[in-house]
């Protein structure tokens, strides 16, 4: 496999008796740009642009989560961080959100997808897995179109937030794949009604069956 050098970040924490993480990844806007210097220069304003997106109530995060730690470092084209040591960046005090702290099984989140000018194949579209909350829904199981409506705006000020943060050596959301080494920016962000189901968080859980005879 081989990538493009770019910048990768990540940010996480708790939720309830389990963990939690998202993450997107960057690409330089100029030729010959530096992850390595981007991602030690940007943390802390990532974590700030991070911190606010996770409070708003429009991003749907779940109330038991905590926002504990947001990570920012250069991957190399192995695919691995390029760097000895890991940016990262520890809140003092946790994060909260504001959304219903009703649990729900870890395994639903709400998706939002990184859209981009390529239609299909490799590189075309990306996902950011955000822990569920309890949420008004339709009777047909759905989020209302109003909630999906408040989120996609939400994330859409969260992205162009993070393309903001490196003046001086920018850097922009985009999908990249580790075959071929394609990149795509990300033009847009779209949420859809119906909550989806992360299969890693699903993977991780212990399944324990009930069975009888006939």
């Known amino acids: 496999m081989a990538w493009q050098t770019h910048a990768l970040l990540r940010w996480g924490g708790t939720l309830g008796g389990d963990t939690w993480s998202c993450g997107v990844r960057m690409r330089g806007d100029t030729p010959g740009a530096d992850p390595a210097s981007f991602a030690a220069d940007y943390l802390e304003d990532a974590a700030d642009v991070i911190s606010t997106s996770f409070q708003l109530s429009q991003m749907r995060y779940s109330g038991l989560a905590r926002l504990t730690w947001v990570k920012l470092n250069s991957i190399g084209t192995d695919g691995r961080y390029s760097e000895p040591t890991t940016n990262l960046f520890e809140f003092g005090g946790a994060g909260v959100s504001p959304s219903s702290s009703v649990r729900t099984p870890p395994q639903l989140a709400h998706v939002v997808s990184l859209t981009t000018d390529k239609r299909r194949g490799r590189a075309h579209i990306g996902r950011i897995f955000v822990p569920t909350s309890a949420n008004v829904v339709e009777t047909d199981g759905r989020l209302t179109q109003a909630e999906a409506d408040s989120m996609v705006q939400a994330a859409r000020t969260f992205i162009n937030d993070l393309n903001g943060l490196g003046a001086l050596?920018?850097?922009?959301?985009?999908?990249?794949?580790?075959?071929?080494?394609?990149?795509?920016?990300?033009?847009?962000?779209?949420?859809?009604?119906?909550?989806?189901?992360?299969?890693?968080?699903?993977?991780?859980?212990?399944?324990?069956?009930?069975?009888?005879?006939?």
């Open 169 to 214: 050596n920018p850097f922009s959301v985009a999908v990249f794949s580790g075959l071929g080494a394609e990149v795509e920016t990300v033009t847009g962000v779209r949420v859809g009604r119906v909550i989806d189901t992360q299969q890693r968080r699903r993977r991780q859980l212990d399944e324990s069956y009930s069975a009888v005879a006939l």
